[in-house]
């Protein structure tokens, strides 16, 4: 079946990066892009990115392109996620997920929560 | 970008009732809108797909319709299971955004 894996919890300090983890099983890595969603305490979802593993094409939403990058590892079939110059606002559990026959997310890791406190 | 509006931000209703959940966009999505359904400390879960199709292995009691920018989620016969938040989301065009959502409370 397929899975998604996330990397454990992160405690950063702000100006700090972080980079998470989410190995995938149960499918064809290259075929099936990776897409990334944050959600803030008490928020709602955040669309941040999606990265295709067959060409390493990615998209990023506007507000975070500077700071974000999304990588694989197809050798593992493993996604990435690093944040750069973090601040309090990038305070969130961050979801990995992969797209389904469309671009609409039917499998998802089990999110990681990133804190950033000084 | 665009911009997706979901009504109400809560919605308060008892087992057995039927609700309606709104999305509105911004600019014309066709049918590629997506309903998801997330239960606290969880991650989402797909239910409606293209607008109107029904992911596999969920309940029949959820629909959806709609196309271009007025979308709805159905829920004919509320179960004490359906207690959560919904988030709608358009696959359209980049960035694929999400609704505020929708959490629904048992009156």
């Known amino acids: 079946q397929v899975r998604l894996e996330q990397s454990g919890p992160e405690v950063k300090k702000p100006g700090a990066s972080v980079k998470v983890s989410c190995k995938t099983s149960?499918?064809?890595?290259?075929?099936?892009?990776v897409t990334w969603v944050r959600q803030a305490p008490g928020q709602g979802l955040e669309w941040m990115g999606w990265?295709?593993?067959?060409?390493?094409?990615?998209k990023y939403v506007d507000k975070m392109k500077d700071r974000v990058t999304m990588s694989t590892d197809t050798s593992t079939s493993t996604a990435y996620l690093e944040v750069k110059s973090l601040t309090f606002d990038d305070t969130a559990v961050y979801f990995c997920?992969?797209?389904?026959?469309?671009?609409?997310?039917?499998?998802w890791g089990q999110g990681t929560l990133v804190t950033v406190s000084s | 970008d665009i911009q997706m509006t979901q009504s109400p931000s809560t919605l308060s209703a008892s087992v057995g009732d039927r609700v309606i959940i709104t999305c509105r966009a911004s600019?014309?999505?066709?049918?590629?809108l997506a309903w998801y359904q997330q239960k606290p400390g969880k991650a989402p879960k797909l239910l409606i797909y293209?607008?109107?199709s029904l992911q596999d292995g969920v309940p029949s009691r959820f629909s959806g319709s709609g196309s271009g920018t007025e979308f709805t989620l159905t829920i004919s016969s509320l179960q004490p299971d359906d207690f959560a938040s919904y988030y709608c989301?358009?696959?359209?065009?980049?960035?694929?955004?999400f609704g505020e959502g929708t959490k629904l409370e048992i009156k």
């Open positions: 997920a992969r797209d389904a026959r469309g671009d609409e997310l039917l499998h």
């Open positions: 149960g499918y064809t890595f290259t075929s099936y892009g």
């Open positions: 990265i295709s593993p067959f060409n390493g094409d990615t």
């Open positions: 600019q014309s999505s066709s049918r590629w």
């Open positions: 293209q607008a109107s």
């Open positions: 989301q358009q696959y359209h065009s980049h960035p694929y955004t």
